[in-house]
């Protein structure tokens, strides 16, 4: 159980260009996901929390206008990366709390994302 | 969210014990310790977590000092496929609020 999946698990896309990366959790209803950037080497840096029904909370120094997310229904978070430029360039990852396992994060996959 | 210090890399041989150590000595009463892996190009894998007492699940097993300022993660036979990079985070549990900051983690290499 607990099964976050992400689609799709890599892009390539052209600068200037919007891409929509999809969060689902496959077995669980999340009222609650976040979505997470990791250059290579580097560490996950937590970018915005994803609540089904309302606005995101972005952190500090994200851009809620460039990275839209949507969070329409309990199983499902989307992201997209708006006018993609060659530094947006990372890997994008979702996870999703299950509040029967006390507000246990599980993640997805991951989506590689190049901008040429 | 308290902060942790994990060492930048550990090698284990394949088969023995790959003991993990994490500092958090600002840990507050209600901060549990987490700890997550990441295989290369994949999304982090829960491990354990755990309060006060010592935990022990199918993967691993988590000291927590008596004073909590400290923890180690216990792999009881590595093998090739615990190569990866392990997060050690403090936070508090149990809130509809799961934030979890990661740090650097320890990079883990196994090998034959």
């Known amino acids: 159980g607990a099964v976050v999946s992400q689609h799709p698990s890599w892009v390539i896309c052209k600068s200037g260009t919007s891409v929509k990366i999809e969060c689902r959790s496959l077995d669980f209803q999340a009222t609650t996901m976040f979505w997470y950037r990791q250059f290579p080497k580097q560490s996950l840096m937590l970018m915005a929390t994803?609540?089904?029904?309302?606005?995101?909370?972005?952190e500090q120094g994200v851009e809620k206008d460039k990275f839209l997310i949507n969070h329409a229904s309990l199983t499902l978070s989307t992201l997209t990366v708006t006018s993609a430029h060659p530094e947006d360039s990372s890997f994008y990852i979702c996870?999703?709390?299950?509040?029967?396992?006390?507000?246990?994060?599980?993640f997805g996959p991951g989506t590689r994302l190049t901008v040429l | 969210d308290a902060k942790t210090t994990q060492p930048t890399s550990m090698d284990c041989a394949e088969g023995r014990a790959a003991n993990l150590p994490c500092n958090h000595s600002t840990i507050s009463g209600n901060e549990y310790v987490y700890w997550y892996r990441q295989i290369h190009s994949q999304g982090p894998q829960y491990i354990i977590h755990?309060?006060?007492n010592n935990e022990t699940n199918e993967m691993a097993s988590l000291i927590i000092t008596e004073d909590r300022k400290s923890s180690t993660l216990i792999l009881p036979h590595a093998t090739l496929r615990d190569t990866a990079v392990y997060y050690c985070?403090?936070?508090?549990?149990?809130?509809?609020?799961?934030?979890?900051?990661f740090g650097q983690g320890t990079i883990l290499t196994v090998h034959p």
């Open positions: 994803s609540n089904e029904g309302s606005k995101a909370t972005y």
């Open positions: 985070i403090v936070r508090v549990g149990g809130t509809s609020y799961g934030k979890l900051t």
């Open positions: 755990g309060l006060k």
């Open positions: 996870s999703a709390i299950l509040a029967e396992a006390y507000n246990e994060q599980f």
